[in-house]
T-cell receptor, first 115, second 113 residues
Framework: AAGVIQSPRHLIKEKRETATLKCYPI?????VYWYQQGPGQDPQFLIS???????DKGSIPDRFSAQQFSDYHSELNMSSLELGDSALYFC??????????????FGPGTRLTVT | KQEVTQIPAALSVPEGENLVLNCSFT??????LQWFRQDPGKGLTSLLL?????REQTSGRLNASLDKSSGRSTLYIAASQPGDSATYLC????????????FGQGTRLTINP
């Protein structure tokens, strides 16, 4: 079965640089979520998209932006990178059913290291 | 604001023991609860999903229960094996907004041979 695809899997950037993370959801899933997991931390919600429209926003810095494209893939753009942005970034997708009971399926994550 | 707490933070047991991991949440307005496994530096593997209308789910040696009214869930692991060593995270999906997952801090489990 198709799973959530994230690219790249690993990324090394220097401070003040820009990074773009990509996510390809499971086909026919209508919602994409981005989560950030810092070292030793639990995953924290950043932002989500439902049918290509931003649906919710969490603790996402203003330096970050995201969008979902017509083919449903999503990109997380991170500018002016800081050392504290080093983390695992997960993308998840789901079907938001009428009762909201859909399971969220997670990609393998992108490990971003800022030096 | 939903808060999820997992107890204990770490657990070390000998191989073969049955064990229980606990998860509590403050807002009972949830759609479902998921248990995940995470190996060090790796991704999240979904173990069990319990809908808010369900009381428990089973998969192999794993059994998860949900008491939505009291804001509690447990993950029962039978006949533990060294390969079960990992961090176990529970996460609840709220009914507000885009129904994002709110995670607990996890229980780091070590099974000693």
């Amino acid at each position: 079965a198709a799973g959530v695809i994230q690219s790249p899997r690993h990324l090394i950037k220097e401070k003040r640089e820009t990074a773009t993370l990509k996510c390809y959801p499971i086909p026919r899933h209508d919602t994409v979520y981005w989560y950030q997991q810092g070292p030793g931390q639990d995953p924290q919600f950043l932002i989500s998209f439902y049918e290509k429209m931003q649906s919710d926003k969490g603790s996402i810095p203003d330096r970050f932006s995201a969008q979902q494209f017509s083919d449903y893939h999503s990109e997380l753009n991170m500018s002016s990178l800081e050392l504290g942005d080093s983390a695992l970034y997960f993308c998840a997708s789901s079907l938001v059913l009428g009762d909201g009971g859909g399971e969220q399926y997670f990609g393998p994550g992108t490990r971003l290291t800022v030096t | 604001k939903q808060e999820v707490t997992q107890i204990p933070a770490a657990l070390s047991v000998p191989e073969g023991e049955n064990l229980v991991l606990n998860c509590s949440f403050t807002d009972s307005a949830i759609y479902n609860l998921q248990w995940f496994r995470q190996d060090p530096g790796k991704g999240l593997t979904s173990l069990l999903l319990i809908q808010s209308s369900q009381r428990e789910q089973t998969s192999g040696r794993l059994n998860a229960s949900l008491d939505k009214s009291s804001g509690r869930s447990t993950l029962y692991i039978a006949a533990s094996q060294p390969g079960d060593s990992a961090t176990y995270l529970c996460a609840v999906r709220g009914i507000q907004g885009a129904q994002k997952l709110v995670f607990g801090q996890g229980t780091r489990l070590t099974i000693n041979p």
